[in-house]
């Protein structure tokens, strides 16, 4: 069973897995959130009645016991009747809700701040912001003027004020000062007594080229203080001022980041800033672009698109323009040829924004490359999702991009159409005319990112298809250009192409082996610092466990590597070298069908490995089903990365012990 997590950063609530448990009435949510601020310890019952009314009923004492046997119900469901609670327990003369570390929002955000302190300059900014992403409102909201809350809450905010300003003082050392001024602008909005945040949102500005905006928030700043508090500016602030008055040399940025991307964005930024207005719908449509071309160049350019790209999206909608909203979302059309995102939850957002601009675009025919762009962003978007929405979206662009006759319309469309393309086994040569058409509309039309993507796309289906012969002449051709348009992305993609084509040839001999996870391991080195969280993780122990498993040997599984997303088809490997076959057994039962996308087949071969070994019939015949329609292929091998060997070998391995 799923986990139950706690929230008590905004309304109070539960939740397990992703769906949020009845609490019934505020009292009984009154209860959690007084046990959660306990923090594990016990809560008296006669201090629990003093806390929930202000004049207790004649039978306090039993609602208590009433609301707590409810939230017992409602948090652990399936526990037998007159079993103990294992979470909201019973001791002593009250309760405790023994609550793990990382469940509840509150004790994450606390330990991811404390994280921040010790963390690299450099890594701590988005270690603050995935922490500052946990609130949802006021810490305890509907409990605001409780005496039992009031001091946690303030304990609360005021620990979020200060990690607002402190991941701004971190962007504006780090030469990042673009970056800091729209949090700080909004962060004044609500707490314009400061001091500290107007400081730095003036010299964010000043770092910027905005030296006019920074006197103007300082002279905000003194009449805000002086007007309505009667007190003048503090020291930092006065002499922030007199130094920018006189251009002290001290105020001036640090030196240019040492990541071209980052010098790109900071040089870029900086000439907005000081030639497009903030908000302007130019400036919005200006910066996707450049988030586009920093997309290709990978790394930390890779990263810092990510970072902006839902920020565009929300200023453009922002504006109510929904013809604005959607050239900001299609605008960015970057290609990609891995079938798992990097960022879920960004995608998530990005697709819900791009069908709100759908369902708001007017329906006229000079929308139609508009809701092209939009139904190709969501397939791409949609990427590993099983759902009917992403490959409907994918169809639908590619029919639309058709009928207008547009090249580069149509190539957007046909990455999606790709991304789509994993929904089973066996779609290899779908893939392959995919990659086949970008090739040629790219050579034609001078669409170079989509050249490339279309002999990637070919590389990867060539080796599914054992024709290694065709993938190596596709691996030559983008590596070509990736030289001649600077593509330094590809050559993650080929490295672990040679790799993968060293395992596939690789003998019975046990040197060969050793060359091919020597091999394995090189390209895994080229991942560092590519910003493709969603290719690495868990990649390589993926690729050397099929290795092993093509050759016959033994599964060898480490379960402290990070199998990342690979782990519930790794921990029964664990499980069955530990001598642990019955929950071996349950495990793989548990297993569902791997998601959509270029690793379908290596996972179905992971289920069949642990099928065989535990003599389970009916996940023998489900990954048969599963495989036979890739016949003839090289399991795993679409990705171009990695294989699991032939899949027919598979398939008479399940045959044979199915008819035993």
């Not at 330094?488 to 192409?497: D, E, H, I, K, M």
């Not at 009916?618 to 091998?637: I, N, Q």
Request: glycine share 8%; with cysteine; hydrophobic share 45%.
């Amino acid at each position: 069973m799923e986990a139950v997590t706690f929230g008590v950063l905004g309304a109070v609530t539960a939740w397990r897995g992703p769906r949020a448990l009845a609490l019934k009435g505020p009292r009984h949510r009154a209860v959690l959130a007084r046990l959660i601020l306990a923090r594990r310890r016990v809560v008296p019952v006669a201090r629990l009645v003093e806390d929930l009314w202000d004049a207790p009923p004649p039978r306090a004492v039993g609602a208590v016991r009433t609301f707590v046997g409810d939230l017992r119900r409602a948090l652990e469901p399936d526990r037998p009747p007159r079993a103990p609670a294992r979470l909201l327990v019973t001791e002593g003369p009250g309760y405790a809700l023994r609550a793990a570390p990382g469940t509840v929002d509150a004790w994450r955000f606390e330990a991811a701040v404390a994280e921040a302190d010790r963390l690299p300059a450099a890594q701590a900014p988005d270690r603050l912001r995935a922490a500052l992403g946990e609130w949802r409102g006021p810490a305890y909201a509907e409990f605001g003027t409780e005496d039992w809350a009031r001091g946690e809450r303030s304990r609360l905010t005021e620990l979020r004020l200060r990690a607002v300003e402190r991941r701004a003082e971190l962007l504006v050392e780090l030469g990042r000062a673009a970056e800091a001024v729209p949090d700080l602008d909004a962060h004044l909005t609500e707490h314009p007594w400061r001091e500290e945040s107007w400081r730095l949102l003036a010299l964010a500005l000043y770092r910027t080229g905005r030296q006019a905006d920074a006197l103007a928030v300082l002279r905000r700043a003194r009449a805000l203080l002086a007007g309505r508090l009667g007190i003048d500016p503090g020291p930092r602030l006065r002499r922030l001022e007199a130094g920018i008055l006189a251009q002290d040399p001290d105020l001036d940025p640090p030196g240019e980041p040492a990541d071209p991307a980052a010098r790109l964005w900071a040089r870029t930024t900086e000439a907005y800033d000081r030639t497009v207005a903030a908000g302007s719908r130019a400036r919005l449509e200006s910066t996707v672009g450049l988030l586009r071309s920093l997309a290709v160049t990978g790394g930390g350019g890779l990263e810092a698109a990510r970072e902006h790209r839902l920020t565009a999206v929300q200023a453009a909608e922002e504006t109510g323009d929904a013809e604005l909203t959607a050239r900001v979302i299609g605008a960015y059309d970057v290609p990609a040829n891995w079938t798992r995102s990097d960022d879920p939850e960004l995608a998530r957002s990005i697709v819900a924004a791009a069908e709100r601009t759908l369902a708001a675009l007017p329906e006229d025919p000079a929308t139609d490359a508009a809701r092209c762009r939009l139904l190709a962003t969501v397939a791409l978007e949609s990427r590993g999702v099983r759902s009917p929405r992403g490959p409907r979206a994918a169809a639908e662009a590619e029919r639309i991009a058709r009928r207008l006759d547009d090249p580069a319309l149509l190539a957007f469309a046909l990455n999606g159409v790709f991304m789509q393309s994993c929904t089973r086994a066996g779609l290899a040569p779908r893939r392959d005319a995919i990659g086949v058409e970008l090739v040629a509309l790219g050579t034609r039309h001078g669409l170079v990112n989509y050249e490339i993507l279309g002999h990637l796309i070919r590389l990867q289906a060539r080796s599914a298809l054992a024709d290694l012969t065709a993938a190596d002449a596709q691996a030559a051709a983008v590596d070509r250009l990736a030289e001649r348009h600077e593509r330094p992305l590809v050559a993650v993609f080929t490295a672990w192409y040679l790799a993968l084509r060293q395992a596939a040839t690789a003998g019975p001999r046990a040197d060969a082996h050793d060359r091919a996870e020597a091999a394995y391991r090189s390209a895994a080195g080229r991942l560092d610092g590519a910003g493709m969280p969603g290719l690495e993780r868990g990649l390589l122990p993926l690729a050397l466990l099929g290795l092993r498993l093509a050759h016959g040997r033994p599964a060898r599984v480490d379960p402290d590597a990070d199998w990342g997303p690979y782990r519930p088809w790794a921990e029964p490997f664990a499980l069955l070298a530990e001598g642990r076959d019955t929950e071996a057994r349950s495990a793989l039962r548990a297993l569902p069908e791997p998601p959509p996308d270029l690793l379908y087949e290596a996972l179905c071969c992971a289920e069949a490995a642990l099928a065989l070994a535990l003599g389970d019939r009916p996940a023998l015949r489900r990954t048969y089903d599963r495989l036979l329609p890739a016949s003839g292929e090289l399991a795993g091998a679409g990705s171009g990365l990695l294989t699991f060997g032939p899949v027919d070998g598979w398939l008479d391995a399940i045959r044979r012990a199915l008819d035993a």
